[in-house]
């Protein structure tokens, strides 16, 4: 760790953040975002949290920024400045921005230092997980092993936050099918203005690298950075590539909004239903090591391993279809007509 | 037995399932839907029966997840407090959905099959949020409760967008702020798991840091339960969201955040520390006051009757956070109580008000407009939750007051004792005015021997009058029952050094 | 200044979260409120990750480890970051894109139906 | 040697009535039908009431507990003296107005009269379920069913003013007993650990006399029923019940009830030593006084029948918890005899004005002159309720009266004396002109246009009987006041 860099780094992220709330267009404030999302993405690299800089780069640059264009591009970019009026308002939020920051900051007095090895959180929990990953699992990436087996009860529920947040999007905008029906044979092909045959022909050869590379950080998850999530979202985001060079009908013409859900739930079912699989085994909900009885030449500690690598598929899988759902319905407001 | 032993898990694995299998069906059949859920929702009830007589019989029931030994892995606690909380929440659920049955075809009959996907998620978080023994998985379980809960506020009438929109803005802060104190811990302590932390805080009495990580955790547990001053969200989310949703949200959600103040105060801080070394009981509760007397008055100057509703859940939300921080067990038992019987109150209310959307589609005050001939069952079903609200014996609503207003007497806490006697009194008149006009009519009868105007009798469909009904019944049982739940349960729960 | 220098992470992230937190309470626009809610929740991350930081240590993938037949090699806790807070922000790194989604679907509703992102126009137009 | 207690009767005579409530409802189509199961369960009520009474009088008590709802705390019914008496007095003239009841609400063919029945038995068990409470708790949940279960009889009429009078009922009598008995009762429980009542007193002996002060006065404010000065004013604006209703609830059930709590309160929560040890009957006095001189004053000026009625009933109520406030024995045995004496007197004035509403439609005094002929047992009758309440021979509230101002002569507080003696003038003043203005008037045939004779044989009947037992009661007073005697017999 270079605290130099570091600081440079947090400085230019603090900056960003700055930026992004006072600039007057949206769309700008959406760039700045993702910008700000990559500066933390390098942070985590330097800090050595490999993982979480993968996932911030996958899903907070990428997926979310994308879905700030999106969302910007359906509404609109102006911001009214209305800042006579709202004195009271910006009061409150100074109070309690400040207020916030006040306790926070008494706190820090007694935190251990910065990266100090000794610290409580080094010394009480993590050692086990360090020491003990592969004798219990045989998964040498750490973070992995926590995510899908110490800790996979809290992955699991994450997976079903992002399912339900697909779901959310669909149920707040969707609109009736026959509408859709009716407003998509009028306005045949939208994206025609954009057409362009370099983006596309760059697109389409992209694609299946960018598949493939999501499978491999799929199934490397165990040795090295990735996993489910990271995966999933760039399998997703190869789709939203699609739409996004070509138009919505070709990737919904791939895949379907009917597919686009079940693969989620699917995902979500895939990841539950092995740990509902163990419950059944007569093992407690999620305990992989029973797996060992039903999967073929496996000692309890490998079927912890393999176990992780069904959850993971299972996650790769819904975060991927629900990315490019949410992807569809906000860039479309729900109308599945046309995307950016 | 393994069935009863896994009872524990399948409380909050079968709503996850169910929801799954539910959107799977749904897109092939959306009749399959409501069937699915109900099965998955009885299945959780009994589980969680199952459990409180396992709790009742054998203490405390712990159940490690992936198998895992806490403070490594996450760990399910049931002890007797969360078995009655999960009770309540697998009961009012199941109420509620039996409830939404036919509300839900004529207000959402296209999101049908999203209403009960999320509807069921929504259950899932809910309980898990209860049996979690693990900090940091509280707040996932948090966030899967609060997105659904977003979502299907969401789906309701043209107000409900902006609604729903603060209310994902604010229950964001609490969640983070949540999130954070939990933080704090870890940084002060390496651990996330609630009994590791009780058993590592008190070494950390002086710090700071854990002081902060307490009103951290307090702030944010109490934007989700809408604590005054952070109650802002609330009214609009709850009254403009579809009434098949608020007939789930309203009951649970802040009564869950109490659930977890309750557990976050007793279960990892400790009431030592709470009372006597910060001694913030004195700051608390003359706010738990504040918020009860702000909630009554402006239930007061409502027009809609589930706007009305929605500050008197604010003024409800005081008694609790109340009773919690008079740092005496008498007060803590009335919170606890409390929780049980307001959620059955709150259900039956917000029940009576969708019966009469559903039949009158409009919720303001002067459709209650001879409701009494109009709907026999559904007026009698008010006027009992009304009961129960102003605290009538033998009906709930009077025991928990007993219990809270005696806390208060032992600890002199006049003003708190006011404040609930306050808002007894706002209720009492907030509900006989509705008596009034739904018994007599908006305007007077002239006249001495005049017979009002004929209306036919025009009750609501059996799967609404079957869930009221049983849950007036309820706040009447839970009134009697009062002794044995109390000794049975409540009393089991309560902290050492109370 | 030690004192300062020491920790300067954490003093980063409140300043961090201090934007966030007055974006969403006090800007008008909706999506500068959602913007404002990112760098909120971004905020956490960073103090969640600053905690799993330890001077000297690696990334937390242990070195040559395939499988477990090869783990004669005891492997040292010092070595290694501290992988609890990371998996920890990997859970609150999704659960903040699936509460941007929502976030911005509403958003998209509320713009449908109001046609504007301004909280005070949608706020005169409920009137 | 009696035979064994029953353990349920006191349980059965409140459900008698509780019983009838869906019968009534169901029959509400046959008219015939729906008037039996009343009287029936009137009956069965009365019976089983007067089938204790032997043991009672045999000087036990009983003790049932029902229902224990918080720990050391339950619903439980106790028999003795005094819950004897008023459940006596209160299910025998329950009889009595269900037939008058019968006659006024068919002469007048009102509206909805199988609600008004179905709340009329209800409010019946409520206020048997107060006569046998065994303790505070008890006492607290039956006295609020009684005030909920009126208010459909007090607006009965709805219109604005039954409107107004119900709104006013209610804010009074709930907030009172929400506002002050209830916080009263809790504090009385976290001092004493228990509210079951004991005629020797339940608070411990370290108790403040400030804290006992403070609890004193809540708690006679806090049952507003009793129509203590300045919560009185419901009771006035109640009147525009029907006027059985009047009848019952304002002379017996719904007045009695506040002035039994009151009583129970004085005797058994605090116990008369307490009170007369620590000085506290002086307050009791003071403030029951005050409300019995101001309202018999007030009731002076009244044209309005049954508001004259109304002040003159704030007055007695007021009587009854000066003779219990005395807290001598011979005053308290007068107060609870008062009950019974005063609730015989009154409720035969009420029929009165009752029935000459129905013969006549009037409600005002001035337009009552030489009825006494017209109406000869109506007006005869009313001459002897006035007698009782009054305080004159030959009717029971004589007996009362003297034995209170006994009372006060043994608790050495003379001033009392004098209350006892201008307030008797006062109700001579205030009830003696209408009977005579009824019956040695001229009779001013303007005022009535068309023949007018004798009020409905439903209506008259009962009247009749209440007058006579008011006579007999100063003949035969035994029963009631060995009842009163035995409650307050000091162990």
């Known amino acids: 760790m270079i605290w130099q860099l570091d600081l440079l780094i947090l400085s230019l992220i603090v900056l960003c953040a700055l930026a992004t709330i006072s600039v007057k267009d949206l769309f700008s404030a959406a760039i700045i975002f993702g910008a700000y999302s990559f500066l933390m993405c390098l942070l985590w690299t330097e800090m050595g949290a490999v993982d979480v800089a993968f996932t911030e780069a996958s899903v907070g640059a990428g997926v979310s920024t994308v879905l700030f264009v999106a969302a910007v591009f359906r509404t609109t970019r102006k911001v009214k400045d209305r800042g006579v009026k709202r004195y009271w308002t910006k009061g409150v939020g100074l109070l309690a921005a400040t207020s916030v920051g006040g306790v926070l900051i008494a706190a820090v007095g007694d935190f251990p230092g910065f990266a100090d090895p000794l610290s409580p959180a080094s010394t009480h929990l993590s050692p086990y997980f360090i020491t003990n990953t592969l004798t219990d699992t045989a998964v040498p990436n750490i973070v992995t092993s926590v995510l899908a087996d110490y800790r996979g009860y809290d992955t699991m529920f994450e997976t079903a936050v992002i399912f339900a947040a697909g779901l959310a999007v669909i149920a707040i905008l969707r609109r009736s099918k026959t509408g859709v029906q009716h407003e998509s044979r009028e306005k045949v092909i ?151 | 037995m393994i069935a009863s032993e896994q009872a524990v898990a399948l409380m909050v694995v079968l709503p996850l399932l169910s929801a799954l299998v539910i959107n799977m069906a749904g897109w092939f059949d959306r009749r399959l839907c409501f069937p699915i859920a109900l099965f998955a929702l009885l299945g959780s009830c009994c589980s969680a029966f199952i459990t409180v007589s396992r709790v009742i019989k054998s203490g405390v029931i712990h159940y490690r997840l992936g198998g895992w030994a806490p403070p490594m892995g996450i760990e399910y606690v049931v002890d007797h407090l969360n078995a009655l909380v999960l009770v309540i929440i697998f009961v009012v659920s199941l109420l509620a959905l039996l409830f939404s049955y036919k509300s839900i075809q004529v207000e959402l009959p296209e999101k049908i099959l999203q209403f009960y996907t999320l509807y069921l998620l929504l259950v899932a978080g809910l309980a898990g949020m209860t049996i979690t023994g693990d900090a940091f998985n509280l707040y996932v379980l948090m966030e899967i409760s609060a997105l659904t809960s977003y979502a299907l506020i969401a789906l309701g009438d043209k107000r409900a967008l902006v609604a729903s929109f603060n209310y994902i803005i604010l229950g964001t802060i609490g969640a983070s702020l949540y999130l954070l104190g939990v933080g704090h811990l870890y940084i002060m302590t390496g651990s996330l798991n609630m009994a590791d932390l009780q058993t590592i805080l008190p070494a950390l009495l002086d710090a700071r840091a854990i002081a902060v990580a307490f009103v951290l955790v307090m702030g944010g547990v109490w934007v989700k339960m809408a604590f005054f001053p952070m109650h802002g969200w609330l009214p609009n989310a709850y009254s403009y969201a579809p009434s098949s949703t608020s007939c789930l949200v309203a009951p649970l959600m802040t009564k869950v955040s109490v659930y977890i103040m309750i557990r976050m105060m007793f279960s990892v801080f400790n009431p030592n520390y709470i009372f006597v070394y910060l001694d913030w009981g004195r700051l608390v509760v003359p706010l738990a006051t504040v918020a009860i007397i702000f909630g009554s008055i402006s239930a007061l100057a409502q027009k809609d009757l589930r706007k009305m509703l929605t500050y008197i859940i604010v003024a409800e939300v005081g008694y609790m956070v109340g009773g919690a921080w008079l740092a005496n067990v008498t007060g803590l038992t009335g919170a606890i109580y409390h929780i049980l019987a307001d959620a059955m109150m709150t259900l039956c209310l917000f029940m009576v008000v969708g019966a009469i959307i559903y039949k009158l589609k409009d919720s303001s005050m002067d459709s209650m407009e001879f409701i009494f001939r109009r709907m026999p069952v559904t007026s009698v079903v008010f006027v ?53 006009i739904g018994f007599f009519g908006k305007k007077p009868a002239d006249g001495h021997d005049h017979h009002a105007p004929e209306i036919a009798v025009s009750e609501a469909p059996v799967t609404m009058l079957v869930p009221m009904v049983l849950t007036a019944l309820s706040l009447i049982a839970i009134g009697i029952y009062t002794n044995e739940i109390v000794t049975v349960l409540i009393t089991k729960t309560l902290p050492v050094g109370l | 200044m030690e004192y300062i220098l020491a ?95 929502v976030a911005l679907a509403v958003c998209l509703a509320i713009y449908r139906r109001y046609n504007s992102l301004e909280e005070d126009e949608i706020l005169e137009q409920l009137r | 040697m009696h035979p064994p207690f029953p353990t349920a009767t006191p349980l059965l005579a409140i459900c008698s009535s509780l019983v009838a409530v869906p019968l009534i409802a169901l029959s509400g189509k046959k008219p015939n039908l729906r008037e039996f199961w009343t009287l029936l369960a009137g009956a069965i009520k009365f019976c089983l009431v007067i089938s204790m009474a032997g043991w009672i009088l045999a000087g036990n008590t009983h003790t049932f507990e029902l229902w224990q709802f918080l720990p050391g705390l339950s619903i439980k019914l106790t028999v003795d003296g005094f819950g004897m008496l008023f459940a006596l007095v209160a299910s025998s003239l329950w009889i009595l107005t269900s037939v008058y009841s019968i006659g006024y609400m068919r002469g007048l063919n009102e509206h909805a009269q199988t609600r008004y029945f179905c709340f009329f038995a209800l409010s019946l068990s409520a206020t048997i379920g107060v006569a046998f409470s065994g303790n505070l708790l008890t006492l607290y949940l039956f006295y609020e069913l009684l005030s909920l279960s009126t208010y459909p009889l007090v607006t009965h009429h709805q219109d604005t003013e039954a409107r107004g009078g119900g709104r006013k009922y209610l804010a009074y009598l709930l907030s009172t007993s929400i506002g002050l008995a209830l916080p009263a009762m809790l504090v009385t429980y976290s001092l004493a650990g228990t509210l079951d009542f004991n005629v020797l007193g339940i608070f411990p002996e370290a108790t403040a006399k400030s804290t006992l002060l403070v609890l004193l006065v809540m708690f006679i404010y806090g049952f507003a029923k009793a129509g203590v000065m300045p919560f009185h004013s419901w009771l006035p604006g109640a009147m525009v019940a029907p006027t059985p209703v009047s009848a019952l609830l304002h002379a017996v059930a719904v007045v009695k009830v506040g002035v039994f709590s009151i009583g129970r309160i004085l005797t058994g929560i605090f116990g008369i030593n307490l009170l007369a040890a620590q000085n506290l009957n002086t307050v009791v006095c003071v403030i029951a006084g005050f409300t019995v001189i101001v309202s018999s004053l007030i009731a002076l000026s009244q044209d309005n029948l049954k508001r004259r009625l109304a002040f003159s009933t704030v007055g007695q109520l007021s009587y009854i918890i000066l003779g219990i406030g005395l807290a001598s024995i011979l005053g308290v045995q007068g107060g609870m005899l008062h009950i019974a004496m005063h609730a015989f007197g009154k409720i035969t004035l009420f029929f009165c004005a009752g029935a000459i509403f129905v013969a006549t439609g009037k409600k005002y005094i001035s337009e009552m002159v030489g009825i006494g002929r017209r109406m000869p047992y109506t007006m005869f009758a009313f001459f002897l309720g006035s007698l009782s309440v009054i305080g004159l021979p030959p009717a029971g509230g004589l007996i009362s009266k003297f034995l209170m101002v006994r009372g006060a002569l043994q608790a050495d507080l003379w001033w009392v004396l004098v209350i006892y003696l201008v307030s008797s003038f006062l109700n001579a003043a205030y009830f003696l002109p209408i009977v005579y203005k009824a019956f040695f008037c001229s009779e001013e045939e303007a005022l009535f246009e068309k023949k007018v004779d004798e009020a409905p044989m439903c209506c008259v009947l009962p009247l009749t009987i209440t007058a006579g037992i008011s006579i007999g009661l100063f003949f035969y007073p035994n029963l009631f006041y060995s009842l009163a005697q035995i409650a307050i017999a000091m162990p």
């Not at chain 1, 694609?207 to 491999?216: D, I």
């Not at chain 1, 996004?244 to 919904?252: A, P, V």
């Not at chain 2, 009492?428 to 009034?436: N, P, T, Y």
């Open chain 1, 190 to 340: 939208l994206s025609e203005g954009y057409e362009d045959t370099i983006i596309r022909l760059v697109a389409r050869k992209m694609v299946p690298f960018m598949q493939l590379f999501a499978l491999y950080v799929l199934a490397h998850g165990h040795h090295s950075p990735g996993g489910g999530f990271q995966g999933g979202v760039i399998l997703g985001a190869s789709f939203i590539l699609i739409a996004i060079s070509y138009d919505m009908k070709m990737l919904l013409g791939r895949m379907s909004e009917k597919w686009n859900v079940l693969l989620g739930n699917i995902g979500v079912l895939v990841y539950a239903g092995i740990g509902f699989v163990c419950l059944l085994l007569g093992a407690n909900f999620l305990d992989y090591s029973i797996l060992h009885r039903i999967l073929p030449a496996t000692d309890e500690i490998m079927a912890r391993s393999h176990g992780m690598l069904g959850i993971e598929t299972g996650v790769a899988i819904a975060v991927s279809a629900i990315v490019v759902s949410l992807y569809v319905n906000i860039a479309s407001q729900g109308k599945h007509d046309k995307g950016l």
């Open chain 2, 384 to 436: 009992i939750g009304a009961f129960a609200m102003i605290g009538i014996p033998p009906t709930c609503g009077f025991f928990s007051k007993w219990y809270l207003i005696s806390g208060a007497i032992e600890t002199s806490q006049w003003h708190y004792i006011f404040a609930l006697l306050f808002s007894s009194l706002v209720n009492a008149f907030v509900f006989f005015r509705l008596f009034e």
């Open chain 3, 7 to 101: 920790k300067y992470n954490y003093w980063i992230y409140i300043l961090l979260m201090m934007i966030g937190l007055y974006a969403m309470i006090a800007k008008n626009n909706l999506v500068k409120k959602v913007i404002g809610m990112s760098i909120f929740q971004t905020a956490i991350i960073v103090f969640y990750v600053s905690i799993g930081a330890k001077r000297g240590a690696s990334i937390p993938i242990i070195a040559h480890g395939h499988g477990h037949d090869v783990i004669a090699t005891a492997v040292s806790a010092a070595e290694y970051a501290n992988p609890l807070p990371h998996v920890l922000m990997l859970t609150a790194i999704v659960v903040s894109v699936g509460t941007l989604g």
